[in-house]
């Protein structure tokens, strides 16, 4: 089955403690993004990437690292995460050229 | 600046009329255009999108869009509305050519009753 998968799905944290959120899609994209979404301000990206080591900022990357080593896999790093972090994430892949992303099942990250 | 705008926070319908959600943008070159619909506790699904070509796009479960050049909007339309159409909707816009990056407008929740 087509997918993209997050791991994990829920997290608690404490503030400080560096955390990773995986994401991997099966399809073969050379896109993939990060995104969080808060309520009233909608979805905004992160991070996205174009292809293997190649990657760019989005609109909110402060406080986010993210890395391409691998065409299926773009993890988002939080080296020291603080409450403001604290959100729904969203990673996303599409073909090059296609434009339609699809959507992991999404990430709850509490930081405290 | 580049923006999205999805000016309703929600949309309220009655089961089987017309319904539209609106969306418009502001964004340098050529925009391409996308709605994205969330069902609760689940990530975005793609709708339809708008490149090139004919303004009035066609996509999944009967929704289509057009888009105005003029007006830069890009509304969400449906002829007849169906309860399970209720969920959360997203018009995104891409800029600066074939890059990945993209603007997502604050969504608007669209709520059909039988």
């Known amino acids: 089955e087509a997918q993209v998968t997050q791991n994990p799905r829920y997290l608690i944290t404490v503030t400080g403690k560096k955390l990773t959120v995986t994401c991997s899609q099966n399809m073969n994209h050379e896109y993939m993004s990060w995104y969080r979404q808060d309520p009233g301000l909608g979805l905004r990206q992160i991070y996205y990437?174009?292809?293997?080591?190649?990657?760019d900022k989005g609109d909110v990357p402060e406080g986010y690292k993210v890395s391409r080593k691998e065409k299926r896999n773009f993890p988002l790093i939080l080296e020291s995460p603080s409450p403001n972090q604290t959100s729904l994430y969203f990673c996303a892949s599409s073909f090059r050229g296609n434009y339609e992303q699809y959507f992991g099942p999404g990430t709850r990250l509490t930081v405290t | 600046a580049q923006s999205v705008a999805q000016p309703e926070d929600q949309v309220n319908v009655a089961e089987g009329n017309p319904l539209t959600v609106k969306c418009t943008y502001s964004v340098s070159g050529n925009p391409y255009l996308f709605w994205y619909v969330q069902y609760p506790n689940r990530g975005l699904q793609f709708l339809l999108k708008?490149?090139?070509?004919?303004?009035l796009v066609k996509g999944s479960y009967g929704f289509e869009a057009e888009f105005n050049k003029s007006q830069t909007s890009f509304h969400l339309k449906k002829p007849s509305a169906l309860v399970s159409d209720s969920a959360l909707y997203f018009c995104a816009v891409q800029y600066g050519g074939a890059t990945n990056k993209l603007i997502f407008g604050t969504g608007t929740l669209l709520a059909v009753q039988p």
């Open positions: 708008y490149i090139t070509g004919d303004n």
């Open positions: 990437s174009m292809n293997v080591e190649v990657t």
